[in-house]
């Protein structure tokens, strides 16, 4: 499983009691061997402890957020990789399952920011002014470039690791990108190889983005990929890939 709980509501985005609960008791219920999760928050205090192995890291002064792995398989390695002046950043952990090891990136690739300015340039079209509009492409097009350059300091990494992989996450990037095809190379999409409908894992009320995904070794067989649009405990939505090792 993988998800961004946006520090599983710890400031109240949502008008909402017991989010951290709620996300909890739906991991129990899911009941996933291997759980990554972005924005995570110590803080919020989730018990996770059903998961007997786990990596967190996390930064930050005054906010403190973070990247976990959470695994029932002992964690035998285990990393991150920062990138250059970003908050954004990749774990990743080495796992061991009987006689395999596999290698689990969690990553969560630079925002965009731009939600706000979108939806007021969506409901008021008319009264938009041009500083406005360049200042959103601006924004946009900052944040593709360093997602351009987190995606080829993750493909350098992959490059060195000799293990089966699973790569999954918060990218803030569709399938048509530039930084999907870099980060995917000759992994499978989860989604695509065995997922339904619109894949939608972000709560964009225009269209139902994907821009959260599993990706996995082709030596790893993909079983089945389910998203939960009507888990609505953040601003994204968490996803499901059912995988066997061959």
């Not at 009320?205 to 649009?229: E, G, H, L, T, W």
Request: aromatic share 12%; net charge positive; glycine share 4%.
């Amino acid at each position: 499983m993988s998800y961004n709980v946006r520090l599983f509501n710890l400031f109240q985005w949502l008008p909402k009691e017991n989010v951290g609960d709620e996300i909890k008791q739906f991991i129990n219920d899911q009941n996933p061997d291997i759980l990554c999760i972005q924005e995570y928050s110590e803080t919020a205090n989730v018990d996770l402890r059903v998961y007997k192995h786990k990596f967190v890291f996390m930064q930050g002064n005054k906010i403190r957020t973070g990247q976990a792995i959470f695994s029932k398989y002992p964690i035998i390695d285990k990393g991150n990789i920062e990138f250059p002046e970003s908050n954004n950043l990749i774990v990743y952990a080495d796992i061991r399952k009987g006689k395999d090891t596999i290698r689990v990136y969690n990553m969560h690739l630079q925002s965009i920011k731009i939600s706000p300015d979108v939806n007021e340039m969506q409901d008021n079209v008319d009264s938009i002014n041009q500083h406005k509009s360049e200042l959103v492409v601006k924004r946009i097009s900052k944040a593709f470039t360093k997602q351009q350059l987190q995606a080829e300091i993750l493909v350098k990494n992959k490059k060195e690791c000799s293990y089966p992989m699973i790569i999954c996450g918060d990218m803030n990037n569709s399938a048509f990108s530039y930084v999907y095809r870099s980060i995917k190379g000759n992994l499978n999409d989860c989604f695509e190889e065995v997922g339904n409908g619109f894949g939608q894992t972000y709560n964009f009320k225009y269209y139902p983005a994907r821009i959260d995904y599993i990706f996995a070794d082709k030596s790893i067989q993909v079983k089945s990929f389910q998203s939960f649009p009507n888990f609505k405990n953040s601003d994204h939505y968490p996803i499901i890939a059912r995988l066997m090792i061959e």
